[in-house]
Nanobody
Framework: QVQLVESGGGLVQAGGSLRLSCTHS????????MAWYRQVPGKQREFVAS???????NYANFVKGRFTISRDDAKRTVHLDMDSLKPEDTGVYYC????????????WGQGMQVTVSS
């Protein structure tokens, strides 16, 4: 069973930075596309960014130029580096894993709060 353990959320002032991390266990990490989603107050969960091994990352338009997703396959970890944070980035951020080789599988982390103060 795949498990995703997230870390790095918290409180930051507007214009600041945070790094979110998610460690994957229980299956072959390189066979998963890893992503971050978020749910901001009053809105449905939305896509933020995704990355598969040796594939160019994808980003939601609202984070391009501010957020960077990366993965370390040796450490089975995906990161989301968030810069120039805005109060509207406040929300719960979720790590997401989708198996893209062989049998399909989809998993979510528990979510963690990111709060950007103005």
């Amino acid at each position: 069973q795949v498990q995703l353990v997230e870390s790095g959320g918290g409180l930051v002032q507007a214009g600041g930075s945070l790094r979110l991390s998610c460690t994957h266990s229980g299956d072959i990490f390189t066979e998963y596309r890893m992503a971050w989603y978020r749910q901001v107050p009053g809105k449905q969960r939305e896509f933020v960014a995704s990355v598969a091994s040796e594939i160019t990352p994808n980003y939601a338009n609202f984070v391009k130029g501010r957020f960077t997703i990366s993965r370390d396959d040796a450490k089975r970890t995906v990161h989301l580096d968030m810069d120039s944070l805005k109060p509207e980035d406040t929300g719960v951020y979720y790590c997401h894993a989708v198996r893209i080789v062989g049998l399909k599988g989809e998993y979510w982390g528990q979510g963690m709060q990111v709060t950007v103060s103005s």
